[in-house]
């Protein structure tokens, strides 16, 4: 334990942070760059659930009488603290996920913002008054706090998605359990401690909870636990369907945020240098381990090898140029996978699609040693982002999942209608982007009936991946349907109560019937 960053944050000192692997309910935190293990963290057992449970139900019957705008005030010192910690905060999102140093500091920045965006929301919590059939009635609605929640997040985000639920969720008046991954528990203790003490020393102890276990001891028991009546869960679609049906099992909320399969549509007039870019950032940032990464690119036959070509010279320049390695370092853009099993799958999909027809234009293997861009690197996790073509106007079956690792999928179209088509064929409805110049084509990918496109997000002339807190996120069909982060998002914090009330003398019923 021997990094700075973890000096900076507290974490050395920190009472669950202990050598590597130093006992059976220990886990490790490993550094996808080297392979070499950053620290030890101690696991929660089911037992310190039950106490982080019966902590969080006392907490939320505090929490819930402080009035809004001083939940808000609260929010507001958490987003002070973290703006401080910002940068170090940020490289260790970059040491244990291994996305770019930039990249992991703008993870902490989107809770900065989430939080001024809560502030604001604190003294807006706005319930709608609508008219009364009846005379002598008024009728309103309300938002009321729901509860302590679950938020069990994955590896690749291990910052924001908890930032954009508990900041929401805290000037909701509810508590935030949080469940981590167990690949990146360093940044989850680091920003929980800062978030519960502040909360604390503005006297609001046990608003922000952390548990670390394993999915049998901890996480599986918090999402069958009636006590929380929200579990908002970020990951694969199979830990989705497996949650979606415990919370459902026992009629509880359930925001799921799940794997994405996101498309890139180009026109004949786009701005192909513009699409490119867009199209580049989008396939191999953060290695392809977005839930937004570009996978697939649907592009007119007309442009289609003006496009590969440009793309093609973009790849070759990232493997020849020293630009993949240690995502601390300067001028690195693009870091590790987060293990060897994420190396394995990159190499098998990338096979797998040669053999159903595919042809590998560029990258696919393992990275051989010797292109890192930083000597010194022992080990990591680290691929060669491919780029296959598929046949003109069809995916191959492999193109049709979600692998998570930097891969992009190549096909053609002749016409919008054939494009949208192909775009909506995954089962996944997360992002989307068209790259046109003309407002007709816009309109169709946008067409306000919903034929365009399917996906929870749809840009035009920027790239799938890199949404703004100020939106709802999210994504429709095996994505999950839910909404975090901004516009609405915030009412799935809360409970709805329609209230009426009479304040004249006669005995009056609803849809004028009478019962004397
Ligand atoms: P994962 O599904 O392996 O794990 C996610 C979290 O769920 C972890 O905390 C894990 O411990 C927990 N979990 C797994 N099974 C569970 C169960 N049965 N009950 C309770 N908890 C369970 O995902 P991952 O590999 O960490 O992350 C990558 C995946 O997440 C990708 O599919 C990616 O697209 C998706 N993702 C989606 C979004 C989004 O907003 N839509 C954001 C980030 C990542």
């Known amino acids: 334990m021997t990094h700075a960053i973890l000096d900076t944050l507290g974490l050395a000192s920190h009472d669950r942070v202990v050598e590597p692997a130093s006992t059976a309910d220990t886990i490790t935190s490993v550094n996808p760059a080297t392979g070499e293990p950053i620290a030890g963290v101690k696991l929660d057992s089911k037992a310190d659930l039950e106490r982080v449970l019966a902590e969080s139900v006392e907490a939320f019957d505090r929490w819930r009488w402080v009035p809004a705008p001083q939940r808000g005030e609260v929010v507001r010192a958490i987003g002070d603290e973290l703006r401080k910690y910002r940068d ?12 770019i140093r930039a990249e992991g500091i703008g993870e902490i920045q989107e809770i900065v913002d989430i939080a001024d965006f809560a502030v604001g929301l604190s003294r807006q919590l706005h319930g709608i008054t609508m008219p009364s059939e009846r005379s002598n009635h008024m009728m309103k609605e309300q938002w009321l706090p729901l509860g302590p929640i679950g938020v069990i997040t994955a590896f690749n985000f291990p910052a924001a998605v908890w ?36 909360a ?3 006297g609001h102890k046990g608003v922000f909870q952390l548990v670390i276990g394993n999915d049998e001891e901890v996480s599986v028991p918090l999402t069958n636990d009636r006590r929380v009546p929200l579990i908002s869960a970020t990951g694969s679609c199979r830990m989705g369907r497996e949650v979606g049906k415990a919370v459902a099992a026992r009629l509880g909320k359930c925001l799921l945020e799940l794997g994405g399969n996101n498309a890139v549509i180009i026109e004949p007039d786009a701005d192909l240098d513009l699409a490119t870019k867009n199209v580049f950032f989008g396939a191999v940032g953060t290695c392809g381990q977005r839930c937004t990464s570009t996978r697939r690119l649907i592009v007119h036959e007309s442009v289609a090898e003006d496009v590969v070509g440009r793309l093609e010279k ?35 999909a990338v096979k797998t699609a040669v053999e159903q027809g595919g042809t590998l234009v560029v990258g696919g293997s393992r990275l051989d040693p010797s292109k890192l861009a930083s000597n010194g690197l022992k080990g990591g996790f680290y691929v060669e982002p491919a780029m296959v073509r598929m046949p003109a106007g069809k995916h191959l079956p492999i193109a049709l999942e979600e692998t998570f690792s930097p891969i992009l999928y190549v ?4 016409t919008l209608d054939e494009a949208i088509a192909l775009q909506n064929e995954v089962d996944q409805g997360l992002s989307s982007a068209l790259f046109c110049g003309s407002v007709r084509s816009m309109g169709r990918f946008l067409d306000p009936g919903g034929t365009g496109s399917d996906c929870g997000l749809a840009y035009v002339n920027c790239g799938t991946s890199g949404a703004e807190i100020g939106g709802a996120f999210g994504g429709e069909k095996d994505t999950g349907g839910g909404r975090e982060s901004g516009s609405d998002a915030w009412k799935a914090y809360m409970r709805r109560q329609t209230c009426t009330i009479h304040f004249g003398e006669s005995f009056a019923l609803a849809q004028g019937i009478r019962f004397e």
């Open 88 to 99: 170090p905060l940020g490289e260790l999102v970059s040491l244990e996920m291994g996305k």
């Open 163 to 198: 930032g954009w639920n508990g900041m929401l969720a805290a000037v909701a008046g509810d508590v935030t359990i949080w469940k981590p991954s167990l690949l990146t528990p360093l940044t989850a203790i680091a920003c929980n401690s800062i978030a519960e003490r502040v």
């Open 200 to 202: 604390s020393a503005m």
């Open 314 to 348: 973009a790849y070759r320049s990232l493997l020849g140029g020293g630009k993949i390695g240690d995502p601390l370092a300067e001028g690195t853009l693009v870091g590790p996978l987060i293990g060897v099993p994420s190396v394995e799958a990159h190499e098998a």
């Open 411 to 414: 096909t053609t179209y002749s």
